[in-house]
């Protein structure tokens, strides 16, 4: 139980701090045990910050792929908008999402390699579901769109939105959430839609 704690506790203060702010003393008082008992857990702060961003790699992932399950009912335009608009707010009360992207967008220098290849394995895993929630909607889409190129664009425009929730302010991330959705709807599709 210990171990598990740790890993949450570890993940609000890096998600709040980063791993040059967070403490171990913090984490430790805040689980209840002394800072040295972490070591029976974990070999290092930098040990606890790997695993931590490997759990909170998988779980964004499969947070995903439920959100996507969870939309059988809802025709493909409902499901992609309303995947933008919650995975956007998510960001404020989630600290497991906080955490991924921060750690993606900064990620420590001594760590970038592993930081890449869990953010790549996320980026990949995505690629995944989402050209496969077309390729189950193919018919939607324009003669000329392929279920993989819908899929890349998706993306393409939901880390562009990503970067702006990031480094920008709420109005500028919802006027560009609104008008790249439009623009990429009409391209994939004979359809028209707004978010």
Do not use: C
Not at 141 to 151: C, D, H, R, S, V
């Amino acid at each position: 139980m210990t171990y598990d704690q740790l890993k949450q506790t570890a993940l609000i203060q890096f998600a709040q701090l980063g791993f040059e702010g967070a403490s171990l003393s913090v984490i430790a008082n805040e689980v209840g045990i002394k800072k040295q008992s972490i070591y029976t857990h974990f070999k290092s702060k930098d040990d606890l910050y790997i695993q931590t961003f490997h759990d909170a790699t998988d779980y964004e992932i499969d947070f995903v792929k439920q959100f996507i399950e969870d939309q059988g009912s809802l025709k493909l335009r409902e499901v992609l908008s309303k995947f933008l608009t919650e995975y956007l707010e998510r960001f404020e009360k989630n600290n497991n999402m906080k955490f991924f992207m921060r750690t993606s967008f900064y990620p420590p220098v001594k760590h970038e390699e592993v930081i890449k290849m869990g953010s790549n394995k996320f980026v990949d895993r995505l690629e995944s579901l989402f050209t496969a929630l077309f390729e189950q909607n193919s018919d939607l889409l324009k003669a000329n769109i392929t279920p993989e190129t819908a899929a890349l664009a998706f993306l393409t425009m939901l880390d562009g939105l990503l970067v702006e929730l990031i480094y920008g302010i709420p109005e500028r991330l919802q006027k560009r959430s609104k008008q790249s959705w439009s623009v990429f709807w009409r391209g994939i599709s004979n359809e028209s839609g707004e978010l």
